[in-house]
């Protein structure tokens, strides 16, 4: 991901694309903290745990 000027691409879901530094979506709290202070790993439909890190950005 660091190899195009520290950004990545991401796709939204009107359907327009934009560079954004990886450290805006919170990839660098991968895999994160949850409330109780266990790891989260997200949505279990992608194989996560149920448990979401509050640093992750979710507005997208």
């Known amino acids: 991901m660091n ?5 990545a691409n ?3 879901a009107d359907g327009h694309a934009e560079t954004l530094p990886v450290s805006v979506l919170g990839l660098q709290y991968w895999p994160g903290t949850g409330p109780g202070g266990g790891v989260a790993t997200g949505n279990p439909k992608w194989g996560g ?6 640093r992750w ?4």
Request: charged letters at 15%.
């Open 10 to 12: 991401q796709g939204f």
């Open 49 to 54: 745990n149920g448990v979401y890190d509050g």
């Open 3 to 7: 190899r195009h000027q520290q950004r």
């Open 57 to 60: 950005w979710w507005s997208l």
